[in-house]
């Protein structure tokens, strides 16, 4: 599985954009960068998924540079509910199969300050 | 659309003890995922079932073990329980197709003594 670099913590001023930086370079042609979050004792979070394009949702948006050695996570308006531990993963099978794992890192934690 | 559910969220057992932990996933989802998750290892892949087949498998002794049923539902054993099995043991599903995003469960909390 491809290794992934993040910093360990990041601060954000509440309702400005965080931007969470991730290195894969060693990224294969056929794997996604997933990023996930999670918020003390519960769950992972799924956030945003890509392959080589640039993609939004209602949360975040995913940039992923054109060599797809690295990509950054966004949050436009980070409010105190976005801290949290962030994890980028690069795994999955474009056209293939995924078999279920992911490997976690230990991931960026976020804090949001008021 | 409900989402994974995890039963129970709390278990306490004793050293030597076995356990089972359940789960059912997202409606339609064919593959559920088992992670175990502690402070000093952080998340860690434990094994994948899919469509009642095992399909892929971490690094973790045999004590560890799952089954999946017709219906998806997975449940995750470990036997012979030791103090360092204490953790959050997570699962996650998804589809199984090779881009799908997986959605993970709250979790059990297992505390071994």
């Known amino acids: 599985d491809a290794k992934t670099t993040q910093p360990p913590s990041m601060d954000c001023a509440e309702g400005r954009a965080a931007n969470l930086p991730c290195n894969h370079s060693?990224?294969?042609?056929?794997?996604?960068v997933y990023w996930y979050r999670q918020i003390h004792s519960q769950g992972p979070q799924y956030i945003i998924h890509?392959?080589?394009n640039n993609e939004t949702n209602e949360m975040a948006s995913l940039i992923i540079t054109e060599d797809r050695k690295s990509s950054t996570l966004i949050l436009p308006h980070a409010t105190l509910r976005d801290t949290a531990v962030y994890y980028c993963?690069?795994?999955?099978?474009?056209?293939?199969?995924?078999?279920?794992?992911?490997?976690f890192g230990q991931g960026t934690i976020l804090t949001v300050h008021p | 659309k409900a989402g994974v559910t995890q039963t129970p969220r709390y278990l306490i057992k004793t050293r030597g003890q076995q356990v089972t932990l359940s789960c059912s996933p997202i409606?339609?989802?064919?593959?559920v995922s088992w992670y175990q998750q502690t402070p000093g290892q952080g998340l860690q892949f434990l094994f994948e079932?899919?469509?009642?087949?095992?399909?892929n498998k971490g690094n973790f002794p045999g004590r560890f073990s799952g089954r999946q049923f017709s219906n998806s539902r997975s449940e995750m054993n470990v036997s012979t329980l030791e103090l360092g099995d204490s953790a959050l043991y997570l699962c996650?599903?998804?589809?199984?197709?090779?881009?799908?995003?997986?959605?993970f469960g709250q979790g059990t909390r297992l505390t071994v003594v």
């Open positions: 993963i690069v795994g999955g099978n474009a056209g293939g199969t995924s078999y279920g794992k992911l490997t």
């Open positions: 409606s339609g989802h064919r593959s």
């Open positions: 079932y899919f469509s009642e087949t095992q399909r």
């Open positions: 060693t990224i294969s042609g056929n794997e996604y």
């Open positions: 890509g392959l080589k």
């Open positions: 996650a599903s998804s589809s199984g197709q090779g881009g799908a995003e997986a959605f």
